[in-house]
């Protein structure tokens, strides 16, 4: 079992940088494929970002170039790094682990963190 705990949500402007945290609760996180997903009002769960325990990343083409993602597992964290956020980036952005994220689909999640709220304004 992995626990999950985002952190760094906000309200920014467009433009605008966050940093979002997840902390898990194992070492045993370590040999998962993380990942982070978001999810707009009306809108399906999808895929942002995710790397592997051997640092593969994977991005989705929307956030290519602005969003960063990284894993401490020393210190069992995962962070996303997102500047030149723009408004179709507000989302509530979930921590996710599993065994074949870098489809960024979000089937192959085990484990879910409960959500961090972000608000990018025009």
């Known amino acids: 079992q992995v626990q999950l705990i985002e952190s760094g949500g906000g309200s920014v402007q467009s433009g605008g940088s966050l940093r979002l945290s997840c902390a898990a609760s194992t070492y045993t996180y370590t040999t998962y494929s993380m990942g982070w997903f978001r999810q707009a009002p009306g809108k399906e769960r999808e895929g942002v970002a995710s790397i592997e325990s051997d640092g593969y990343t994977k991005y989705a083409d929307s956030v290519k170039g602005r969003f960063t993602i990284s894993r401490d597992n020393a210190e069992k964290m995962l962070y996303l790094q997102m500047n030149m956020l723009k408004p179709e980036d507000t989302a509530v952005y979930y921590c996710?682990?599993?065994?074949?994220?870098?489809?960024?689909?979000?089937?192959?999640?085990?484990?879910w963190g409960q959500g961090t709220q972000v608000t990018v304004s025009s």
């Open positions: 996710a682990a599993g065994l074949s994220l870098y489809t960024l689909l979000p089937k192959y999640a085990h484990y």
